[in-house]
Protein backbone atom coordinates (compact mmCIF):
# COMPACT_ATOMS: atom_id res chain seq x y z
CA UNK A 1 0.00 0.00 0.00
CA UNK A 2 3.37 2.27 0.17
CA UNK A 3 2.19 4.47 -2.62
CA UNK A 4 4.25 7.60 -1.55
CA UNK A 5 7.65 7.15 -0.74
CA UNK A 6 9.35 7.47 2.81
CA UNK A 7 10.86 10.74 1.44
CA UNK A 8 7.52 12.60 0.41
CA UNK A 9 6.19 11.67 4.19
CA UNK A 10 8.95 13.04 5.77
CA UNK A 11 8.92 16.41 3.43
CA UNK A 12 5.30 16.64 4.39
CA UNK A 13 6.05 15.49 8.14
CA UNK A 14 8.74 18.31 8.71
CA UNK A 15 6.64 21.10 6.69
CA UNK A 16 4.02 20.59 9.19
CA UNK A 17 3.28 21.67 12.66
CA UNK A 18 1.80 19.09 15.03
CA UNK A 19 1.05 21.69 17.39
CA UNK A 20 -1.10 23.86 14.61
CA UNK A 21 -2.97 20.76 13.52
CA UNK A 22 -3.54 19.56 17.04
CA UNK A 23 -4.35 23.09 18.35
CA UNK A 24 -7.58 23.32 15.91
CA UNK A 25 -9.57 20.57 18.36
CA UNK A 26 -7.47 20.84 21.30
CA UNK A 27 -6.56 23.85 23.48
CA UNK A 28 -3.03 23.26 24.49
CA UNK A 29 -0.68 25.32 26.76
CA UNK A 30 2.91 25.20 26.96
CA UNK A 31 4.89 23.79 29.58
CA UNK A 32 7.68 23.97 29.26
CA UNK A 33 9.26 22.43 25.59
CA UNK A 34 6.02 20.71 25.57
CA UNK A 35 2.41 21.32 24.97
CA UNK A 36 -0.38 20.30 27.58
CA UNK A 37 -4.33 19.39 26.62
CA UNK A 38 -7.31 17.50 27.77
CA UNK A 39 -6.93 14.66 25.45
CA UNK A 40 -9.62 14.08 22.54
CA UNK A 41 -9.49 10.46 22.81
CA UNK A 42 -10.60 10.01 26.35
CA UNK A 43 -12.57 12.25 28.64
CA UNK A 44 -10.72 13.75 31.10
CA UNK A 45 -10.85 16.79 33.80
CA UNK A 46 -7.26 17.17 34.30
CA UNK A 47 -4.50 17.55 31.45
CA UNK A 48 -2.95 14.17 30.24
CA UNK A 49 -2.51 15.07 26.62
CA UNK A 50 1.45 16.44 25.67
CA UNK A 51 2.66 17.52 22.53
CA UNK A 52 5.96 17.95 21.75
CA UNK A 53 6.62 19.92 18.33
CA UNK A 54 10.52 19.55 18.29
CA UNK A 55 10.24 14.97 17.76
CA UNK A 56 6.50 15.90 16.24
CA UNK A 57 4.87 13.84 18.46
CA UNK A 58 1.98 13.82 20.91
CA UNK A 59 1.39 11.45 24.08
CA UNK A 60 -0.96 10.84 26.18
CA UNK A 61 -0.78 9.56 29.39
CA UNK A 62 -4.13 8.84 30.43
CA UNK A 63 -5.03 6.66 27.67
CA UNK A 64 -1.43 6.04 25.89
CA UNK A 65 -2.76 7.51 22.73
CA UNK A 66 0.21 8.52 20.97
CA UNK A 67 1.64 8.88 17.45
CA UNK A 68 2.86 11.71 14.83
CA UNK A 69 0.75 13.97 13.04
CA UNK A 70 -0.81 11.52 10.17
CA UNK A 71 -1.99 9.27 13.02
CA UNK A 72 -3.72 12.32 14.92
CA UNK A 73 -5.60 13.13 11.72
CA UNK A 74 -6.46 9.18 11.33
CA UNK A 75 -7.79 9.51 14.66
CA UNK A 76 -9.70 12.85 15.00
CA UNK A 77 -10.98 12.56 11.55
CA UNK A 78 -11.30 9.31 10.56
CA UNK A 79 -8.93 9.50 7.55
CA UNK A 80 -7.04 6.45 6.15
CA UNK A 81 -3.33 7.21 6.54
CA UNK A 82 -3.49 8.01 2.68
CA UNK A 83 -5.97 10.83 3.21
CA UNK A 84 -3.95 12.26 6.01
CA UNK A 85 -1.19 12.12 3.54
CA UNK A 86 -3.33 14.05 0.91
CA UNK A 87 -4.86 16.67 3.34
CA UNK A 88 -1.37 17.98 4.88
CA UNK A 89 0.33 17.24 1.48
CA UNK A 90 -2.39 19.84 0.53
CA UNK A 91 -2.39 22.23 3.40
CA UNK A 92 2.06 22.31 3.10
CA UNK A 93 2.33 22.59 -0.97
CA UNK A 94 3.66 19.29 -1.31
CA UNK A 95 3.92 18.26 -4.59
CA UNK A 96 2.41 14.44 -4.07
CA UNK A 97 2.99 12.13 -7.11
CA UNK A 98 -0.20 10.53 -8.99
CA UNK A 99 -1.64 7.96 -7.21
CA UNK A 100 -3.04 6.09 -10.29
CA UNK A 101 -2.82 6.61 -14.08
CA UNK A 102 -4.81 8.84 -15.72
CA UNK A 103 -6.59 6.70 -17.50
CA UNK A 104 -7.40 4.16 -14.79
CA UNK A 105 -9.33 6.40 -12.99
CA UNK A 106 -11.19 8.21 -15.06
CA UNK A 107 -12.61 4.87 -15.51
CA UNK A 108 -12.89 4.11 -11.94
CA UNK A 109 -14.82 8.03 -12.24
CA UNK A 110 -17.31 6.90 -14.90
CA UNK A 111 -18.32 3.88 -13.42
CA UNK A 112 -18.93 5.20 -10.00
CA UNK A 113 -20.93 8.13 -11.93
CA UNK A 114 -23.21 5.36 -13.40
CA UNK A 115 -23.86 3.43 -10.49
CA UNK A 116 -24.80 6.12 -8.19
CA UNK A 117 -27.28 7.12 -11.18
CA UNK A 118 -28.76 4.15 -11.12
CA UNK A 119 -28.88 3.58 -7.19
CA UNK A 120 -30.27 7.39 -6.83
CA UNK A 121 -32.79 6.44 -9.97
CA UNK A 122 -33.91 3.63 -8.19
CA UNK A 123 -34.62 5.07 -4.83
CA UNK A 124 -36.67 7.96 -6.42
CA UNK A 125 -38.57 5.36 -8.17
CA UNK A 126 -38.96 2.78 -5.21
CA UNK A 127 -39.93 6.42 -2.72
CA UNK A 128 -42.74 7.56 -5.62
CA UNK A 129 -44.51 4.31 -5.32
CA UNK A 130 -44.90 4.16 -1.63
CA UNK A 131 -46.27 7.98 -1.37
CA UNK A 132 -48.33 7.69 -5.15
CA UNK A 133 -50.88 5.61 -2.98
CA UNK A 134 -51.28 3.49 -5.89
CA UNK A 135 -50.03 0.19 -3.68
CA UNK A 136 -52.48 0.12 -1.17
CA UNK A 137 -50.50 -3.10 0.63
CA UNK A 138 -47.32 -1.19 1.51
CA UNK A 139 -49.02 2.04 2.32
CA UNK A 140 -51.30 -0.10 4.93
CA UNK A 141 -48.16 -1.71 6.06
CA UNK A 142 -46.11 1.39 7.21
CA UNK A 143 -49.54 2.61 8.78
CA UNK A 144 -49.43 -0.82 10.89
CA UNK A 145 -46.46 -0.54 12.19
CA UNK A 146 -47.07 3.74 13.04
CA UNK A 147 -44.45 4.89 10.94
CA UNK A 148 -45.53 8.78 10.44
CA UNK A 149 -45.25 10.09 6.59
CA UNK A 150 -41.83 12.39 7.36
CA UNK A 151 -39.94 9.50 8.61
CA UNK A 152 -40.70 7.72 5.31
CA UNK A 153 -39.78 10.73 3.62
CA UNK A 154 -36.22 11.52 6.03
CA UNK A 155 -35.25 7.85 5.23
CA UNK A 156 -36.46 7.53 1.70
CA UNK A 157 -38.57 4.38 2.69
CA UNK A 158 -39.77 3.15 -0.74
CA UNK A 159 -41.83 -0.12 -2.11
CA UNK A 160 -40.78 -1.89 -5.12
CA UNK A 161 -43.96 -3.70 -6.89
CA UNK A 162 -44.48 -7.24 -7.54
CA UNK A 163 -44.74 -7.48 -10.77
CA UNK A 164 -41.05 -8.79 -12.52
CA UNK A 165 -39.99 -5.47 -14.15
CA UNK A 166 -41.28 -1.92 -12.94
CA UNK A 167 -38.37 -0.29 -11.58
CA UNK A 168 -36.12 -1.83 -15.60
CA UNK A 169 -39.45 -0.81 -17.09
CA UNK A 170 -39.50 2.81 -15.64
CA UNK A 171 -35.55 3.01 -16.36
CA UNK A 172 -35.65 2.81 -19.97
CA UNK A 173 -38.69 4.89 -20.20
CA UNK A 174 -35.93 7.60 -18.20
CA UNK A 175 -33.21 6.30 -20.70
CA UNK A 176 -31.24 5.04 -17.77
CA UNK A 177 -29.54 2.25 -19.10
CA UNK A 178 -30.08 -0.85 -18.04
CA UNK A 179 -26.50 -2.65 -17.85
CA UNK A 180 -26.39 0.54 -15.00
CA UNK A 181 -28.81 -1.07 -12.75
CA UNK A 182 -27.37 -4.03 -13.37
CA UNK A 183 -23.98 -2.95 -12.40
CA UNK A 184 -25.69 -1.05 -9.13
CA UNK A 185 -27.43 -5.19 -8.19
CA UNK A 186 -30.74 -4.18 -9.08
CA UNK A 187 -31.65 -5.58 -12.05
CA UNK A 188 -30.41 -9.08 -13.62
CA UNK A 189 -30.53 -10.66 -17.04
CA UNK A 190 -33.30 -12.83 -18.02
CA UNK A 191 -32.63 -16.71 -18.39
CA UNK A 192 -34.41 -16.72 -21.39
CA UNK A 193 -35.99 -14.44 -23.66
CA UNK A 194 -33.73 -11.67 -23.25
CA UNK A 195 -34.33 -8.66 -21.54
CA UNK A 196 -33.84 -8.35 -17.69
CA UNK A 197 -36.32 -8.24 -14.33
CA UNK A 198 -35.97 -6.44 -11.05
CA UNK A 199 -34.29 -7.82 -7.96
CA UNK A 200 -36.51 -6.43 -5.21
CA UNK A 201 -40.41 -7.33 -5.83
CA UNK A 202 -43.22 -7.00 -3.48
CA UNK A 203 -40.83 -5.00 -1.11
CA UNK A 204 -40.31 -2.22 1.41
CA UNK A 205 -37.06 -0.47 0.43
CA UNK A 206 -34.74 0.81 3.01
CA UNK A 207 -32.09 2.76 1.03
CA UNK A 208 -28.59 2.50 2.38
CA UNK A 209 -26.55 5.76 2.70
CA UNK A 210 -23.66 6.57 3.51
CA UNK A 211 -22.25 9.30 5.55
CA UNK A 212 -22.46 12.12 2.68
CA UNK A 213 -26.29 10.73 1.91
CA UNK A 214 -25.64 8.73 -0.96
CA UNK A 215 -27.47 5.61 -1.74
CA UNK A 216 -25.08 2.62 -1.64
CA UNK A 217 -27.56 -0.28 -1.96
CA UNK A 218 -30.92 -1.33 -0.76
CA UNK A 219 -32.39 -3.75 1.91
CA UNK A 220 -35.60 -5.01 0.99
CA UNK A 221 -37.76 -6.06 3.68
CA UNK A 222 -40.93 -8.81 2.55
CA UNK A 223 -44.63 -7.90 2.37
CA UNK A 224 -46.38 -10.85 2.47
CA UNK A 225 -45.16 -13.41 4.91
CA UNK A 226 -45.03 -16.40 2.12
CA UNK A 227 -41.55 -14.79 0.92
CA UNK A 228 -38.94 -17.06 2.23
CA UNK A 229 -36.45 -14.22 2.93
CA UNK A 230 -37.95 -11.41 5.31
CA UNK A 231 -34.85 -9.30 3.99
CA UNK A 232 -32.86 -9.36 1.00
CA UNK A 233 -30.02 -7.00 0.29
CA UNK A 234 -28.18 -5.80 -2.77
CA UNK A 235 -25.11 -7.75 -3.69
CA UNK A 236 -21.69 -6.49 -2.52
CA UNK A 237 -20.39 -4.20 -5.27
CA UNK A 238 -17.29 -2.17 -6.06
CA UNK A 239 -19.34 0.80 -3.85
CA UNK A 240 -20.82 -1.05 -1.36
CA UNK A 241 -19.49 -3.32 1.22
CA UNK A 242 -22.01 -4.89 3.84
CA UNK A 243 -19.73 -4.86 6.06
CA UNK A 244 -18.58 -1.34 6.60
CA UNK A 245 -22.29 0.17 6.29
CA UNK A 246 -24.50 1.04 8.97
CA UNK A 247 -28.00 1.66 8.55
CA UNK A 248 -29.38 4.84 9.71
CA UNK A 249 -25.64 6.70 10.04
CA UNK A 250 -26.44 9.52 7.46
CA UNK A 251 -29.19 10.88 9.55
CA UNK A 252 -27.23 9.86 12.82
CA UNK A 253 -24.22 10.93 12.88
CA UNK A 254 -25.38 14.71 13.95
CA UNK A 255 -27.25 13.16 16.24
CA UNK A 256 -24.52 11.36 17.96
CA UNK A 257 -22.29 13.91 17.88
CA UNK A 258 -24.39 16.40 19.92
CA UNK A 259 -25.51 13.46 22.31
CA UNK A 260 -22.19 12.14 22.57
CA UNK A 261 -23.70 8.78 22.70
CA UNK A 262 -24.59 6.10 19.64
CA UNK A 263 -27.53 3.71 20.41
CA UNK A 264 -26.98 0.49 18.47
CA UNK A 265 -29.99 -1.66 17.62
CA UNK A 266 -30.69 -4.84 15.57
CA UNK A 267 -32.55 -4.00 12.75
CA UNK A 268 -33.54 -1.36 10.16
CA UNK A 269 -37.25 -1.05 11.34
CA UNK A 270 -35.77 -0.35 15.14
CA UNK A 271 -33.66 2.42 14.03
CA UNK A 272 -36.88 4.12 11.94
CA UNK A 273 -39.34 3.31 14.42
CA UNK A 274 -36.41 5.20 17.18
CA UNK A 275 -35.96 8.03 14.85
CA UNK A 276 -39.98 8.50 13.97
CA UNK A 277 -40.42 8.59 18.20
CA UNK A 278 -37.17 11.06 18.90
CA UNK A 279 -34.36 8.87 19.46
CA UNK A 280 -31.83 9.86 16.37
CA UNK A 281 -29.06 8.34 17.20
CA UNK A 282 -29.82 4.77 16.36
CA UNK A 283 -27.92 2.89 13.68
CA UNK A 284 -28.01 -0.70 13.09
CA UNK A 285 -25.52 -3.04 11.14
CA UNK A 286 -27.14 -4.30 7.82
CA UNK A 287 -28.27 -8.02 8.80
CA UNK A 288 -25.05 -9.12 10.08
CA UNK A 289 -23.14 -9.50 13.24
CA UNK A 290 -21.26 -6.25 13.80
CA UNK A 291 -18.32 -5.89 11.96
CA UNK A 292 -14.68 -3.57 13.15
CA UNK A 293 -15.17 -1.29 10.56
CA UNK A 294 -18.90 -0.49 11.08
CA UNK A 295 -17.49 0.25 15.09
CA UNK A 296 -15.06 2.17 14.06
CA UNK A 297 -17.22 4.34 11.69
CA UNK A 298 -19.61 5.10 14.75
CA UNK A 299 -16.13 5.55 17.10
CA UNK A 300 -15.58 8.75 15.15
CA UNK A 301 -18.74 9.71 16.53
CA UNK A 302 -18.82 9.11 20.36
CA UNK A 303 -17.23 7.25 22.53
CA UNK A 304 -20.24 6.20 24.43
CA UNK A 305 -22.37 3.42 22.78
CA UNK A 306 -25.65 1.68 24.08
CA UNK A 307 -26.47 -1.36 23.08
CA UNK A 308 -30.05 -1.46 22.55
CA UNK A 309 -30.97 -5.18 21.63
CA UNK A 310 -34.05 -7.15 21.50
CA UNK A 311 -35.23 -8.59 25.29
CA UNK A 312 -34.40 -12.33 24.84
CA UNK A 313 -31.88 -14.89 24.52
CA UNK A 314 -30.53 -14.32 21.17
CA UNK A 315 -30.53 -10.52 21.79
CA UNK A 316 -28.61 -10.90 24.71
CA UNK A 317 -26.67 -13.42 22.66
CA UNK A 318 -25.57 -10.71 19.99
CA UNK A 319 -24.52 -8.05 22.55
CA UNK A 320 -22.33 -10.57 24.10
CA UNK A 321 -20.69 -11.37 20.89
CA UNK A 322 -20.48 -7.35 19.96
CA UNK A 323 -18.83 -6.60 23.57
CA UNK A 324 -15.21 -8.09 21.99
CA UNK A 325 -15.62 -5.78 18.66
CA UNK A 326 -16.11 -2.82 20.72
CA UNK A 327 -13.36 -2.85 22.90
CA UNK A 328 -11.09 -3.71 19.86
CA UNK A 329 -12.37 -0.55 18.71
CA UNK A 330 -11.66 1.12 21.84
CA UNK A 331 -15.00 1.95 23.14
CA UNK A 332 -14.71 3.43 26.77
CA UNK A 333 -17.88 3.25 27.86
CA UNK A 334 -19.89 0.22 26.41
CA UNK A 335 -23.91 -0.12 27.54
CA UNK A 336 -26.33 -2.84 27.55
CA UNK A 337 -29.91 -1.22 27.49
CA UNK A 338 -31.58 -4.38 29.24
CA UNK A 339 -35.34 -4.68 27.71
CA UNK A 340 -38.33 -6.53 29.01
CA UNK A 341 -38.10 -9.89 27.92
CA UNK A 342 -39.56 -10.21 24.83
CA UNK A 343 -40.12 -7.10 23.44
CA UNK A 344 -38.09 -5.28 21.00
CA UNK A 345 -37.05 -1.79 20.19
CA UNK A 346 -39.93 -0.96 17.87
CA UNK A 347 -42.74 -2.52 21.02
CA UNK A 348 -40.89 0.30 23.19
CA UNK A 349 -40.70 2.99 20.92
CA UNK A 350 -44.61 3.02 19.91
CA UNK A 351 -45.71 1.68 23.61
CA UNK A 352 -43.91 4.35 25.63
CA UNK A 353 -42.23 6.59 23.18
CA UNK A 354 -39.11 8.54 22.90
CA UNK A 355 -39.56 8.86 26.86
CA UNK A 356 -39.66 5.15 27.35
CA UNK A 357 -36.27 4.41 25.36
CA UNK A 358 -34.56 7.25 27.33
CA UNK A 359 -35.43 5.59 30.12
CA UNK A 360 -33.97 2.56 29.50
CA UNK A 361 -31.12 4.06 28.09
CA UNK A 362 -30.24 5.88 31.07
CA UNK A 363 -30.75 2.51 33.09
CA UNK A 364 -28.46 0.94 30.81
CA UNK A 365 -25.70 -0.55 32.68
CA UNK A 366 -22.00 -1.46 31.46
CA UNK A 367 -22.17 -4.67 29.16
CA UNK A 368 -18.82 -5.62 30.77
CA UNK A 369 -20.23 -5.49 33.88
CA UNK A 370 -23.15 -7.79 33.13
CA UNK A 371 -20.97 -10.01 32.06
CA UNK A 372 -18.93 -9.98 34.91
CA UNK A 373 -22.19 -10.49 37.29
CA UNK A 374 -23.23 -13.11 34.75
CA UNK A 375 -19.77 -15.16 34.90
CA UNK A 376 -19.40 -14.91 38.69
CA UNK A 377 -21.93 -15.42 41.20
CA UNK A 378 -22.47 -11.70 42.79
CA UNK A 379 -20.42 -10.05 45.10
CA UNK A 380 -21.12 -12.59 48.03
CA UNK A 381 -18.18 -14.61 47.51
CA UNK A 382 -20.31 -17.65 47.04
CA UNK A 383 -18.67 -18.54 43.59
CA UNK A 384 -16.49 -21.90 44.03
CA UNK A 385 -12.53 -21.04 43.39
CA UNK A 386 -13.05 -23.05 40.10
CA UNK A 387 -15.70 -20.88 38.87
CA UNK A 388 -13.85 -17.43 39.97
CA UNK A 389 -10.83 -19.26 37.93
CA UNK A 390 -13.39 -20.03 34.48
CA UNK A 391 -14.58 -16.98 34.99
CA UNK A 392 -11.31 -14.89 35.15
CA UNK A 393 -9.97 -17.25 31.77
CA UNK A 394 -13.24 -15.92 30.12
CA UNK A 395 -12.97 -12.42 30.87
CA UNK A 396 -9.53 -12.39 30.24
CA UNK A 397 -9.24 -12.08 26.07
CA UNK A 398 -11.71 -9.28 26.66
CA UNK A 399 -10.00 -7.76 29.21
CA UNK A 400 -6.74 -8.00 27.10
CA UNK A 401 -8.46 -5.51 24.62
CA UNK A 402 -8.84 -2.41 27.03
CA UNK A 403 -6.20 0.06 25.59
CA UNK A 404 -7.42 2.70 27.86
CA UNK A 405 -4.88 1.67 31.00
CA UNK A 406 -7.22 3.40 34.05
CA UNK A 407 -10.43 1.82 32.81
CA UNK A 408 -8.58 -1.62 32.77
CA UNK A 409 -7.23 -0.68 36.18
CA UNK A 410 -10.75 0.16 36.89
CA UNK A 411 -12.19 -3.29 35.81
CA UNK A 412 -9.53 -5.06 37.74
CA UNK A 413 -10.23 -4.13 41.04
CA UNK A 414 -14.34 -4.43 40.57
CA UNK A 415 -13.16 -8.17 39.26
CA UNK A 416 -10.68 -7.96 42.20
CA UNK A 417 -13.79 -6.65 45.02
CA UNK A 418 -16.44 -9.72 43.33
CA UNK A 419 -13.90 -12.23 43.33
CA UNK A 420 -11.63 -11.70 45.85
CA UNK A 421 -8.51 -12.36 44.02
CA UNK A 422 -5.85 -9.86 44.19
CA UNK A 423 -5.44 -6.98 41.87
CA UNK A 424 -2.25 -7.98 40.90
CA UNK A 425 -2.66 -11.38 40.05
CA UNK A 426 -6.14 -10.35 38.07
CA UNK A 427 -3.56 -7.74 36.11
CA UNK A 428 -1.54 -10.45 35.28
CA UNK A 429 -3.34 -12.67 33.77
CA UNK A 430 -5.08 -9.96 31.85
CA UNK A 431 -2.09 -8.27 30.76
CA UNK A 432 -2.17 -8.04 26.96
CA UNK A 433 0.57 -10.81 26.31
CA UNK A 434 -1.31 -13.28 28.41
CA UNK A 435 -3.41 -14.41 26.53
CA UNK A 436 -2.70 -16.55 23.26
CA UNK A 437 -4.52 -14.09 21.06
CA UNK A 438 -4.27 -10.81 19.46
CA UNK A 439 -1.70 -8.35 21.00
CA UNK A 440 0.61 -10.70 21.78
CA UNK A 441 0.65 -12.31 18.88
CA UNK A 442 0.73 -8.91 16.66
CA UNK A 443 3.75 -8.02 19.18
CA UNK A 444 5.88 -11.18 17.65
CA UNK A 445 5.35 -10.64 14.31
CA UNK A 446 7.14 -7.02 14.85
CA UNK A 447 10.46 -7.61 14.78
CA UNK A 448 10.61 -9.26 11.74
CA UNK A 449 8.06 -6.31 10.38
CA UNK A 450 11.12 -3.49 12.09
CA UNK A 451 13.46 -4.97 9.81
CA UNK A 452 12.51 -3.44 6.97
CA UNK A 453 14.18 0.24 7.85
CA UNK A 454 16.93 -1.17 9.75
CA UNK A 455 19.42 -4.44 9.44
CA UNK A 456 18.46 -6.99 11.57
CA UNK A 457 20.67 -6.94 14.88
CA UNK A 458 24.17 -7.59 15.22
CA UNK A 459 23.61 -9.26 17.74
CA UNK A 460 23.72 -13.07 18.73
CA UNK A 461 22.24 -15.00 21.42
CA UNK A 462 24.33 -14.44 23.68
CA UNK A 463 24.44 -11.09 23.70
CA UNK A 464 27.84 -10.65 22.05
CA UNK A 465 28.05 -7.91 19.57
CA UNK A 466 30.65 -6.52 16.92
CA UNK A 467 32.78 -4.44 19.44
CA UNK A 468 33.75 -7.63 21.38
CA UNK A 469 36.97 -6.66 21.05
CA UNK A 470 36.48 -3.37 22.04
CA UNK A 471 39.37 -1.42 24.55
CA UNK A 472 35.95 -1.04 27.01
CA UNK A 473 36.76 -3.91 28.72
CA UNK A 474 35.14 -7.47 29.07
CA UNK A 475 31.88 -8.07 28.46
CA UNK A 476 29.92 -9.57 31.20
CA UNK A 477 28.52 -12.94 29.86
CA UNK A 478 30.58 -13.22 26.60
CA UNK A 479 31.33 -17.24 27.45
CA UNK A 480 28.03 -18.79 27.81
CA UNK A 481 24.58 -17.40 28.20
CA UNK A 482 24.89 -16.56 31.95
CA UNK A 483 22.29 -15.34 34.15
CA UNK A 484 19.35 -15.13 31.60
CA UNK A 485 17.27 -12.34 32.61
CA UNK A 486 13.29 -12.28 33.98
CA UNK A 487 11.43 -14.41 31.68
CA UNK A 488 11.03 -12.65 27.84
CA UNK A 489 9.16 -9.38 28.32
CA UNK A 490 6.05 -9.35 25.39
CA UNK A 491 4.35 -6.72 26.30
CA UNK A 492 6.66 -3.20 26.77
CA UNK A 493 5.49 -1.32 29.85
CA UNK A 494 6.82 2.29 30.16
CA UNK A 495 10.81 2.73 30.89
CA UNK A 496 11.89 3.84 34.50
CA UNK A 497 13.40 7.11 34.88
CA UNK A 498 16.97 6.01 34.37
CA UNK A 499 15.78 4.14 30.47
CA UNK A 500 14.11 7.22 30.10
CA UNK A 501 16.79 9.47 30.33
CA UNK A 502 19.27 7.44 28.38
CA UNK A 503 17.32 7.09 25.31
CA UNK A 504 16.68 10.89 25.35
CA UNK A 505 20.54 11.28 25.85
CA UNK A 506 21.36 8.92 22.93
CA UNK A 507 18.33 10.19 20.55
CA UNK A 508 20.22 13.61 21.08
CA UNK A 509 23.77 12.62 20.42
CA UNK A 510 24.00 8.94 18.07
CA UNK A 511 27.96 8.45 18.93
CA UNK A 512 26.78 7.85 22.23
CA UNK A 513 25.60 4.37 21.12
CA UNK A 514 28.80 2.75 20.48
CA UNK A 515 29.69 3.74 24.31
CA UNK A 516 25.95 2.47 25.01
CA UNK A 517 26.81 -1.37 23.63
CA UNK A 518 30.55 -1.06 24.52
CA UNK A 519 29.21 -0.74 27.97
CA UNK A 520 27.22 -3.69 27.94
CA UNK A 521 24.67 -1.02 29.23
CA UNK A 522 21.75 -2.71 26.66
CA UNK A 523 22.27 -5.64 27.98
CA UNK A 524 21.28 -4.77 31.65
CA UNK A 525 18.66 -2.72 30.19
CA UNK A 526 15.06 -3.48 31.81
CA UNK A 527 13.31 -2.83 28.49
CA UNK A 528 15.04 -4.98 26.57
CA UNK A 529 13.23 -4.26 23.77
CA UNK A 530 14.01 -0.55 23.42
CA UNK A 531 17.37 -2.09 23.68
CA UNK A 532 17.19 -4.06 21.01
CA UNK A 533 16.27 -1.04 18.79
CA UNK A 534 18.63 0.46 19.76
CA UNK A 535 21.01 -2.38 18.72
CA UNK A 536 19.68 -2.31 15.35
CA UNK A 537 20.04 1.30 15.25
CA UNK A 538 23.34 1.39 16.10
CA UNK A 539 24.16 -1.39 13.58
CA UNK A 540 22.28 1.13 10.89
CA UNK A 541 24.49 4.07 12.23
CA UNK A 542 27.75 1.83 11.53
CA UNK A 543 26.98 1.84 7.67
CA UNK A 544 25.53 5.67 6.97
CA UNK A 545 22.01 4.57 7.46
CA UNK A 546 19.19 6.40 8.98
CA UNK A 547 20.05 8.60 11.69
CA UNK A 548 18.61 8.04 14.83
CA UNK A 549 15.99 10.12 15.25
CA UNK A 550 14.97 9.27 11.68
CA UNK A 551 15.24 5.62 12.58
CA UNK A 552 12.60 7.11 15.37
CA UNK A 553 10.05 8.23 12.84
CA UNK A 554 10.22 5.68 10.06
CA UNK A 555 9.45 2.71 13.43
CA UNK A 556 6.27 1.46 13.04
CA UNK A 557 3.78 2.73 14.74
CA UNK A 558 3.25 0.48 18.14
CA UNK A 559 3.72 -0.50 21.75
CA UNK A 560 7.49 0.18 21.22
CA UNK A 561 7.55 3.45 19.46
CA UNK A 562 4.75 4.56 22.25
CA UNK A 563 7.41 3.63 24.44
CA UNK A 564 10.26 5.75 23.14
CA UNK A 565 8.07 8.43 22.16
CA UNK A 566 6.69 8.76 25.50
CA UNK A 567 10.13 9.43 26.75
CA UNK A 568 10.80 11.77 23.91
CA UNK A 569 7.99 13.51 25.28
CA UNK A 570 9.07 14.11 28.58
CA UNK A 571 12.53 15.15 27.64
CA UNK A 572 13.64 18.59 29.14
CA UNK A 573 16.21 20.73 27.89
CA UNK A 574 19.07 19.86 27.54
CA UNK A 575 22.29 21.43 27.57
CA UNK A 576 24.78 20.36 24.98
CA UNK A 577 27.62 20.16 26.87
CA UNK A 578 26.08 18.69 29.73
CA UNK A 579 24.80 15.19 27.51
CA UNK A 580 28.33 13.25 27.74
CA UNK A 581 28.47 13.28 31.42
CA UNK A 582 24.20 12.96 32.16
CA UNK A 583 25.24 10.06 29.80
CA UNK A 584 28.38 8.15 31.61
CA UNK A 585 26.26 8.75 35.11
CA UNK A 586 22.80 7.12 33.66
CA UNK A 587 24.30 4.22 32.36
CA UNK A 588 26.54 3.68 34.85
CA UNK A 589 23.16 3.67 37.24
CA UNK A 590 21.34 1.38 34.96
CA UNK A 591 24.45 -1.55 34.89
CA UNK A 592 24.93 -0.92 38.80
CA UNK A 593 20.90 -1.64 39.30
CA UNK A 594 21.13 -4.43 37.24
CA UNK A 595 23.92 -6.20 38.95
CA UNK A 596 22.10 -5.54 42.52
CA UNK A 597 18.77 -7.13 41.08
CA UNK A 598 20.71 -10.02 39.72
CA UNK A 599 23.46 -10.37 42.72
CA UNK A 600 20.37 -10.38 44.85
CA UNK A 601 18.47 -13.22 42.36
CA UNK A 602 21.80 -15.29 42.37
CA UNK A 603 22.16 -15.65 45.80
CA UNK A 604 18.51 -16.96 46.15
CA UNK A 605 19.36 -19.33 43.65
CA UNK A 606 22.44 -20.54 45.27
CA UNK A 607 20.45 -20.99 48.89
CA UNK A 608 17.82 -22.93 47.67
CA UNK A 609 20.82 -24.92 45.18
CA UNK A 610 22.62 -25.48 48.23
CA UNK A 611 19.40 -26.35 50.45
CA UNK A 612 18.88 -29.29 47.41
CA UNK A 613 21.68 -30.59 47.72
CA UNK A 614 22.64 -29.33 44.20
CA UNK A 615 26.28 -29.01 43.78
CA UNK A 616 26.48 -28.71 40.11
CA UNK A 617 23.85 -25.86 39.89
CA UNK A 618 25.73 -24.01 42.90
CA UNK A 619 28.47 -24.54 41.23
CA UNK A 620 27.22 -22.60 38.40
CA UNK A 621 25.48 -20.05 40.29
CA UNK A 622 28.71 -19.35 41.86
CA UNK A 623 30.88 -19.05 38.51
CA UNK A 624 28.08 -16.66 37.22
CA UNK A 625 28.49 -14.44 40.82
CA UNK A 626 32.19 -13.85 40.39
CA UNK A 627 32.27 -12.67 36.91
CA UNK A 628 29.01 -10.41 38.11
CA UNK A 629 31.84 -9.08 40.55
CA UNK A 630 34.40 -8.50 37.50
CA UNK A 631 31.53 -6.78 35.39
CA UNK A 632 30.90 -4.62 38.35
CA UNK A 633 34.26 -3.65 39.03
CA UNK A 634 34.69 -2.90 35.20
CA UNK A 635 31.34 -0.87 35.55
CA UNK A 636 33.00 1.13 37.84
ZN1 LIG B 1 -6.08 10.15 26.30
Not at 52 to 74: K, M, T, W
Request: with cysteine.
Amino acid sequence: MAIYSEAVIHEIRSRTAIDQVIGESVRLERRGNRLLGLCPFHSEKSPSFNVNPEIGRYHCFGCQASGDVFSFLQKRDGLSFLEAIEKLAGQTGVQLPARESNARSDIAQADKERYFRATQFAAQFYADNLLSGRYPEATAYIARRGVPLETVRSFGLGYAPSEWSTLVDAAAAKRVPVADLEYAGLAKPRERGGGHFDMFRNRLMFPVRDLSKRVVAFSGRALSSEEKAKYINSPETPFYKKAKELFGIDLAQGPIKAAQRAILVEGNFDVVSLHAHGVSQAVAPLGTALTIDQVRLLRRFTKSVVLFFDGDKAGRAAARKSLDILLEADFPEILFAQLPDGADPDDIARRGGADAVQALVQQAKPLLDLLIEELILPATGSASPSAKAAAVSELAPLMAKIKDTTLLEAWIQEISRRTGLSAGELARRFRPGATATGYASSQSARPAARASFVPQPTVNETGSTPFDDAPFGDAPFDDGPLPAGPEAEVVLTPLSPMETELIVLLHRRAALLLPFLHTRTDLCMEQREVAEWARAVAAAHQENGPSLSRAFEMLEEGPLKSVIGRALMLAGPLYEEKIQTAFHAVSLKIRRAWVVTTRARLLDELQAASKRGDDDGAFVLLNQLQRLNEFERDAR
